[in-house]
């Protein structure tokens, strides 16, 4: 069951790092749409390893091939099928970990659920995964630029290197973001943050860090009152992605100090719209959102693929040492920013299609 | 769509804080559970309003009725329809909010999304709503008991008054949050905590804080490895709650300036039995659980419902001042803990029967 | 999970027959939609048992009471909740079978599913559930009602006495089929049925019938190209109403006999509309609706409870003989008119709301 | 919504009949079951164009490869994505249709649903969409098998050409009807099929026909009480196949003609094991599987896709004459054969999943 998201544009996904390719199937996407196959290689693009000096130095060209849904260029509003072939991956790298459970990595705990695992790379649990949700994301993109909903992530920390969150404006953040490799609109930060990277990635370490992610002009009455709330939504695409431990939207964790009479957001109209005088709420009030932007935080884990010996043990319960080989990111923040967005699209695409039945 | 939570065991909810009574129905409860009635009931009267002079003074008793799927004291593994009687709704309260949005309630967002609202107490939008997740998460916690699997949420902080989390011996923990009103096991912390609330409530302000969960004796392999991992889900259930802006899993926002060699958890074997040495991880790795303990914590904001003079605009979009009346919690935090354990009970059982055809 | 039907506009159930009550949750109804209460209560009626001398001469009211999702007569777009008591229910009737597995039941089905039945009145297998259907299917037909969406059922045949179906006028057949308690629009026909039925009834035994159901107004473009097929919806819809056997639409079985060059239906342009000569099709082409009439037939069996001694078996699995008691059906036919229309009206609306996201 | 079939084992399909593939993504199979790929290809074989003189003479091989959820041999428990090329498509055949609406073809519903369509090969309503229902319905059925059951239809009439329908035994029935390219285990009758097929196809015209399916082994228990009867789900997987029109199971539309009486299956126990004297439940009571032979009739119109004259209406709507080339299926029951098993298998697999979460 846990294949797919979303209830009426959804994503399913399937495919492992090592088989032949992984892939997707995308229903619910309205016919009519026009696809900018460039848009969604650049996206992908944005993702893949070997993008730079500090991910990976794994290399794939990470090219999606589109199987249906799509004729002469228009969506047709049947599923569109993708894969993404695999080619670049070298199995024998995993050979010395088969009957290995590595620390805080999925070995254990899938051997545990089926009984048996693809040991090569991770299998299902493998980051490539993401891939295509980034593919499913750029299509979700093209529709809701059409209705002016406009998505940023960018990296606010990496370790202790943090900026302050900053909300606007989403175009220089946008263009001050992509211009370095760590995708911090901060230059100073970014420089700080990729000198960090380096020094971790040295040592065969890894870290963690902080996504930001600003969702400015979506309408007002998206969510759902009760399970389906907006943020609830939102929430569970992100900590979906892999290595993330945290979400907060609006005011988050540090609202839990506030009083009641700082945190509310007065209402006030302006040029005869509605808007709020604070936002603390982070565009959303009782989970729809209030027309205000939406804007929320994500918290990633340093990934478990280290490059230095460690303790664990194998299948036969006997305790070892193992020392992980392969290509690896010291920091998955920089490719995790386009995952960011496309979990973030999947969710308001689907709220806005589901919110159209809901009023007479 | 939005009002159903779960897979196979699954909850929908239904009603408004003042209709004749607000309910759920209970689909995928296995048959031939033993359902004892008193327990449920103790559950709901630990989210009751009234409990105690730091909740709201609206009494209601908060009896829930059976109407099927119950036969001779046994589930029959037919849907448990269940209803909730509003007895004590004083709908005039509300007659001077008809057409006024309040700062930062759903007031506004429903209109937007509806057209039209039953603003009689917040209608749907009330917390009440949750009461009858506490009915079926009573029930799951009845058939998770069998399995020895035991959730427990306590109050962690409220506003700057905060304990660093404990997370054994759940039974010492459970004892001693539920001998003060506030739910808190620090006895110390919890007369703070009762005392800011006190002041709080003194200038009809409200406060907000942070509730901590821990669940013991999860066997390996719940949660499934991409969309729908364990952790994705209890943060989904957990955000779905009215007033909550935030959540972590094990390690959390903290695990983002951590390095991954000192984020990894160490696999041992003890007495036979695979351990990890830390647990940053959280119980959970790959979205499936690891057979450690689970916790994580969650934020809510301070209520937005204040007694206060506030600044705002009503459905002609003219800015007036309202005074909101009523009988409301200035911390929803100590009823709040009932329904996080509810909420963490519907997905544990959920992912423990998924899990049931996984496995060959 | 087999409580739900629907999957925009959807209606779960719950409730066994000899509870406090049955009841359902509608979700997804649009707001802004009147809600004539007097129609709803009609359309049970029409249901009810104890409605003539050819129905069961059990009496029960079927009073619909609605808990939520109405506010000042509209709906709110949120779920309505409902339940409609069960006021006549003589369990003792039914002690005597509690330990029989009464001849093509559920009885013994249910007992081997769950471990365990409500053995009163069949439990969650009565046919009282499908009041909670009629109740859905009401306000459903209310929202169809506005885009002219018109649906009927009568009785074909009881037993070997059968009318030829009548397409149009569908005014003219409604209340032809509502002037007689069989509800078959050929008064004579109705009459034989009528005097076929009472003959059966004195014998203690049932018989079975077909019932022809008419759309007129559909738009084009609703129901889904492969497994959601318009008829695959409707066919689920009927085969899942207590004693129904069998489906066709359109051709149906006779089509099989045809040749293609008979069969195909020939388009053509008449006052600017788009018809087809002829309407094998029964207005559904690939799964979606084509304009033209929607029209099906859907076969019931005689009611299994008939009031002779019969062998069977009991819990021990000896072998004996039992004599069922009660107040039952001869023919379920009249009774299920209006059943056939709710289940209609269901998919009719369900597919109406998939279809507002489909084109851009 | 509507390209998902089944809720735990679910099959998701994609594509057009002259994309590069078709495909789908298999959920919920469990791990380890060995996949046996020569049985899953066989079963493909069955259905291919061109494998007999009566069949299309389009020739495609059929091969599919998978791309995930298979490990050294065996299925791993997560999603099995599998392609199969669209080899032999001769899109230029088509565009002469791309401006018209062939009669009893899905090119005008498609176009008022979608406002475009792929108008090669039908698109997605073409019946190619099939063989991947027949890839999932062989991994099926190799999992159904370790229980036992075992699920045979074949070709029950053609045209005016019918033999009565038997019953067993299966394994002979099999044997026979696998001997003649029409699928029907009466070898005289399947003679004059043979003939009946030719001279339609002599004329460029086509023939429905009947298919007969059973099912022998399933297990007491399967199947939900209320709107997912086992005989519902069977009757949706039915009528979702391209041309069916009709679906009966047990005594079906002749069941209507019979008394109570005569219709009731009487239990008896027959060494040890409980049994029905009679079978006209054909299976299934109250929507649940209750230990006997399954079995069921499905309906085929005639194919509309015929090689003479006709008249129609393009999209001008203005009237026009046709004549539609190609290579078609003079009738597709033989064809069909391996398609109806197919879904079947889905349904018995997917509730026999279900059912593992009932009885505690």
């Known amino acids: 069951m846990g294949n797919s998201f979303g209830k009426i544009f959804k ?49 794939e060209d990470d090219q999606v091939t589109f199987l249906s849904g799509i004729f002469e260029g228009k969506t047709t509003g049947t599923p569109i099928g993708f894969i993404i072939p695999n080619t670049n991956s070298r199995s024998k790298d995993y050979s010395n970990i088969k009957d290995v459970y590595r620390p805080s990595h999925a070995d254990y705990t899938y051997e545990e659920k089926y009984g048996l695992r693809d040991y090569r790379g991770g299998g299902r649990s493998s980051a490539r995964e993401t891939a295509c949700r980034v593919v499913a994301g750029a299509i979700a993109k093209l529709v809701l630029a059409k209705y002016n909903i406009d998505i940023l992530a960018y990296v606010q920390s990496v370790g202790d290197v943090a900026m302050s969150p900053k909300k ?24 700080k943050m990729i000198s960090l990277i380096e020094q971790v990635k040295k040592k065969g370490d890894t870290v963690g860090g902080r996504i930001f992610c600003l969702i400015n002009g979506v309408p007002t009455g998206l969510g759902e009152p009760v399970f389906d709330k907006l943020h609830a939504d939102l929430g569970k695409a992100m900590l979906s992605i892999n290595a993330v431990k945290g979400f907060e939207y609006g005011s988050g964790f540090d609202g839990t ?72 990111d010291p920091c998955v923040l920089p490719r995790a920013v386009p995952i960011v967005e496309a979990m973030a699209s999947l969710v308001l695409l689907d709220h806005f299609l589901r919110n159209k039945t809901t009023k007479w």
Chains 1, 2, 3, 4 share one sequence.
């Open 168 to 191: 606007h404006d989403i175009n220089l953040l946008r263009k001050a973001s992509e211009e370095n490799m760590v995708r911090c609109p901060n230059a100073e930060m970014a420089k």
């Open 257 to 328: 100090r506030m009083k009641g009479s700082e945190h509310n957001d007065v209402f006030e109209t302006k040029s005869g719209k509605v808007i709020t005088q604070t936002n603390y709420s982070g565009g959303i009030q009782g989970g729809i959102s209030n027309g205000q932007q939406i804007y929320f935080s994500v918290a990633f884990k340093p990934v478990a693929t280290i490059l230095t010996d460690q303790n664990t043990i194998d299948k036969s319960k006997d305790n070892i040492k193992i020392k992980v080989q392969g290509r690896h």
């Open 11 to 59: 994503l399913t996904t399937f495919g492992e790092s090592h088989g032949d390719a992984i892939g997707g199937v995308i229903e619910g996407c309205p016919s009519n749409v026009n696809v900018d196959l460039s848009f969604i290689q650049s996206e992908l693009d944005r993702r893949k390893p070997g993008q730079s000096r500090i991910t990976t130095s794994r290399k």
